[in-house]
C-alpha cells in the first residue's frame, strides 16, 4: 500500500516563527489533505490540496503531484497553532494518514 | 462546514459491557468513516459506510460493527469490551468520496 511520510516528527518553535511541515507519499494518490488536531483531539480540517498551492490566512499548502510530495507552512506562529498536524493521502476511495507532525509553540 | 456530533465524549466502562458509540451528522453526507486513534499516533481506518445499508471494514481489524440504517447516523458497537479496546474513535463524513472529510470531536473510550 501507499507509505505517507512526515517530516520532522517534532518541532518545538517560539511563538513568531515559522515552519514548513512535509508530507512524503510514495505512489500517486487522487487528493491529499492536511488536518490540525487540537491538544483536545478535535480534528480540523486545514486544505484539500490534490495540487497547486493554496492558502488561507497565515497558512498555505503546496503540492506538488509528480514528485509526490507535499508542504504546509505557518508563518508567524501563535500558541494555538500547538497540536498534531497530520496529512492524509486518497487513492482508490481508500485514505491513509501519516504520522503526523507534533508542533509545540511556546510563548 | 459539516455538522457531526459524537456521544459519549468519554466513556469508562468494565470489561465484557457492550456499548455503543453514536455518530450524528446533519449535512446530509452519504460517506461515513469510524478511525481508531492511540494517544500521539496516525489514525487507522476501521470502518466505512457510502451509504444507507452500506458498511465495509477498513485497514484495521477491529471486533466492533457498525450499521448504517439512515443517511445521518452511524453508530459503532462492541459486543464485548476489552481493556485492548482503549483508544479514541473519530468518526468523519464526507460528501463524495475521498472528498474533504470532517471530523466529530471523538469519544475516548477507556476499558477497565
Known amino acids: 500500500g501507499i507509505q505517507v511520510e512526515q517530516s520532522p516528527p517534532d518541532l518545538i518553535l517560539q511563538e513568531g516563527a515559522n515552519s514548513t511541515l512535509r508530507c512524503n507519499f510514495s505512489?500517486?494518490?487522487?487528493?491529499l489533505q492536511w488536518f490540525h488536531q487540537n491538544p483536545w483531539g478535535q480534528l480540523i480540517n486545514l486544505f484539500y490540496?490534490?495540487?497547486g498551492t493554496k492558502q488561507n490566512g497565515r497558512l498555505s499548502a503546496t503540492t506538488v503531484a509528480t514528485e509526490r510530495y507535499s508542504l504546509l507552512y505557518i508563518s508567524s506562529s501563535q500558541t494555538t497553532d500547538s497540536g498534531v498536524y497530520f496529512c492524509?493521502?486518497?487513492?482508490?476511495?481508500?485514505?491513509?494518514f501519516g504520522k503526523g507532525t507534533r508542533l509545540h509553540i511556546l510563548p | 462546514e459539516a455538522d457531526i456530533y459524537q456521544t459519549p465524549r468519554y466513556l469508562v466502562i468494565g470489561t465484557g459491557k457492550k456499548i455503543t458509540l453514536e455518530c450524528s451528522q446533519t449535512m446530509g453526507h452519504d460517506k461515513m468513516y469510524w478511525y481508531q486513534q492511540d494517544p500521539g499516533m496516525e489514525l487507522h481506518l476501521i470502518h466505512y459506510?457510502?451509504?444507507?445499508?452500506?458498511?465495509e471494514k477498513g485497514d484495521l481489524s477491529s471486533e466492533s460493527t457498525v450499521s448504517r440504517i439512515r443517511t445521518e447516523h452511524f453508530p459503532l458497537t462492541l459486543e464485548s469490551a476489552r481493556p485492548s479496546h482503549t483508544s479514541q474513535y473519530l468518526c468523519?463524513?464526507?460528501?463524495?468520496?475521498?472528498?474533504?472529510?470532517?471530523f466529530g470531536p471523538g469519544t475516548r473510550l477507556t476499558v477497565l
Open positions: 492524509a493521502v486518497n487513492r482508490d476511495d481508500k485514505i491513509i
Open positions: 468523519a463524513s464526507s460528501e463524495v468520496a475521498g472528498g474533504t472529510q470532517y
Open positions: 459506510s457510502y451509504g444507507v445499508n452500506s458498511t
Open positions: 490540496i490534490p495540487s
Open positions: 505512489d500517486s494518490v487522487n487528493n
